[in-house]
């Protein structure tokens, strides 16, 4: 059974600092990874999706990577900005099923 | 503009009082999704529309019926809320079902039961 965990669940940073947020799968038989943001009390937005033959996806100051292999997946935020706090989650989808799993996010906040 | 309504925002229902949430979409997907999300957890599937094709997750409780009358419009209902089920409802639609399309979700309806 796939399971999906993102670590810490909570990361507080000082504003302009480069930021890497970790998501790790257990099974390597995925189809793509996305990650999400969800800011307070929201919906949630996709932010980039990797395919399994991808290594990395990026856009603006995002950048997503994928390591099947090991499992993980990490979102690189480059000179973090306040506007960036928000919870950030990653999810799967295996090969043999359309839902997504969830890892349960990473709060961050990015203090001026 | 947004995509993906959601209406209403906030929901405060009575306990075993049937309510219904709504969601509509702009973007003639043919998916659309429910999502129960509770305080610091991940989002809970519990059902999805293909088309007109109903898709119940197993786990889902009786409790939670949905209804696709067109592409444009989905509604979540809930026949006889309890406090457990107090939480952010999200609706999400995709093109397809297939496993390499984006979601695009609305901003949510909150769900208080009291």
């Known amino acids: 059974k796939q399971e999906v965990t993102q670590i810490p669940a909570a990361l507080s940073v000082p504003e302009g600092e480069n930021l890497v947020l970790n998501c790790s799968f257990t099974?390597?038989?995925?189809?793509?990874l996305q990650w999400f943001r969800q800011d307070p009390g929201k919906g949630l937005t996709s932010l980039l999706l990797?395919?399994?033959s991808q290594r990395e996806q990026t856009s603006g100051r995002l950048n997503a990577s994928l390591d099947k292999s090991s499992g993980r997946s990490t979102l690189y935020i480059a000179a973090s900005q306040p506007g960036d706090s928000a919870t950030y989650l990653c999810a799967v989808h295996m090969d043999s099923n359309y839902q997504l799993i969830w890892g349960a996010g990473t709060k961050l906040i990015i203090k001026p | 503009d947004a995509m993906v309504i959601q209406n209403p925002r906030y929901q405060v229902t009575q306990f075993g009082k049937p309510v219904t949430l709504s969601c509509s979409q702009t973007?003639?997907?043919?998916?659309m999704y429910w999502y129960q999300q509770k305080s610091s957890q991940a989002p809970k599937l519990l059902f999805h529309y293909y088309d007109k094709d109903f898709n119940n997750e197993a786990d889902t409780p009786d409790n939670f019926q949905s209804r696709r009358p067109n592409t444009s419009f989905c509604f979540l209902d809930i026949r006889s809320p309890g406090l457990g089920d107090a939480a952010m409802y999200l609706c999400?639609?995709?093109?397809?079902?297939?496993?390499?399309?984006?979601?695009?979700f609305g901003s949510g309806t909150q769900l208080s039961v009291l």
């Open positions: 999400a639609t995709s093109t397809d079902r297939a496993t390499n399309e984006k979601l695009f």
């Open positions: 973007l003639n997907h043919n998916v």
């Open positions: 099974d390597s038989a995925i189809y793509n």
């Open positions: 990797i395919q399994s």
